[in-house]
């Protein structure tokens, strides 16, 4: 059986952390890449410097792409939070009228 799940539009999907993560995940594999690089006694074979590279650089894209997303969630969030509070307000003014 299929359980419905109810996503919130406050919930941000845990985006800002996994943005953070992966970002210094990236950074931190390009500072092994560049210390390796730049350091001729800390040497590391072709193929593993390349993949060190491939990994940081999509690690960097991958955290860039869900920073776009956590500020879309948070946009998200404040347009709700201003139609909630215009329909209170219309609320408020129709049962102070009746």
């Known amino acids: 059986m299929i359980k419905t799940r109810n996503i919130s539009v406050y919930n941000d999907l845990k985006t800002g952390f ?54 879309q969630f948070t946009k998200l969030s404040q347009i709700a939070e201003d139609v909630e509070k215009e329909n209170n307000l219309q609320k408020t003014e129709k049962n102070g009228k009746k």
């Open 18 to 71: 996994f943005c953070k993560l992966l970002i210094i995940l990236g950074i931190i594999f390009l500072l092994i890449y560049l210390i390796q690089f730049s350091i001729p006694y800390f040497s590391i074979e072709d193929n593993l410097s390349g993949i060190i590279l491939a990994f940081s650089i999509l690690l960097i894209g991958v955290g860039v792409i869900m920073f776009f997303f956590h500020c």
